[in-house]
Nanobody
Framework: QVQLVESGGGSVQAGGSLRLSCAAS????????FGWFRQAPGREREGVAV???????SYADSVKGRFTISRDNTKNTVYLRMNSLKPEDTAMYYC?????????????????????WGQGTQVTVSS
């Protein structure tokens, strides 16, 4: 049963913007913090941004000031707004959720070991 569905990926030129969406079931959305992660070919999956149930956020240093994570409680959806995109942002982007904010926030810098994962959406940035 698919419980997290990402969308919004695509191909853009450097400096462009994209907004990724992660639609969740109501059960998962109302009980979990969320995170966005990415994985480029040949590289490990890395944390991008996380958001708590209450809206607290945290970002990887590489995206601070360019990316914004948010959640819409009326749509059970988490977003990742990406501005000033760079070629090095090219990757498959995944949405994930976990019941523990500590686990969500730790996943930014460590192994992203969260309970729920989406199937991913590709982002390609050309120079």
């Amino acid at each position: 049963q698919v419980q997290l569905v990402e969308s919004g990926g695509g191909s853009v030129q450097a400096g462009g913007s994209l907004r990724l969406s992660c639609a969740a079931s109501g059960y998962i959305y109302s009980r979990n913090c969320f995170g966005w992660f990415r994985q480029a070919p040949g590289r490990e999956r890395e944390g991008v941004a996380v958001i708590s149930l209450g809206g607290d956020t945290s970002y990887a240093d590489s995206v601070k000031g360019r990316f914004t994570i948010s959640r819409d409680n009326t749509k059970n959806t988490v977003y990742l707004r990406m501005n000033s995109l760079k070629p090095e942002d090219t990757a498959m982007y995944y949405c994930a959720a976990h019941s523990s904010w500590r686990q969500c926030s730790r996943s930014l810098s460590g192994l992203p070991d969260l309970d729920y994962w989406g199937q991913g959406t590709q982002v390609t940035v050309s120079s």
